[in-house]
C-alpha cells in the first residue's frame, strides 16, 4: 500500500501544518521538499504572485502512487490564494 517513507513524512507535524494551511513560511515549505526529496519522493509545486483580488499562493501536489496524488494548497498571504479561491 503505502511507502513506510509517506507514511513517516505524513505523521510529521509539519506536515500537518502544511495541510492544515497553517502560517507556513518559506523555510518551512523549503524544509519539507527538501524531506520529499531526500526520501525520492515525487513532487510538482506551482506559485503565483497573487492578483489584486488573490494573495500569493503556493499548490504543492505530491505523487503517492500513479492513481493517487495530494495536492497541499498553501497560502502567503490573507484572503486566500488563486489556488484556494478557485470557484
Known sequence: MFDQ???TIFSLDLFKQ???????SLLKLNTFTTILISNNIP???SFSNGTRRDAPGIELTIYINPTTTLVIN???GPGGSVYTNQD
Open 74 to 76: 498553501v497560502d502567503l
Open 18 to 24: 502544511m495541510v492544515a494551511n497553517e502560517n507556513i
Open 43 to 45: 513532487f510538482d509545486i
Open 5 to 7: 517513507h509517506i507514511l
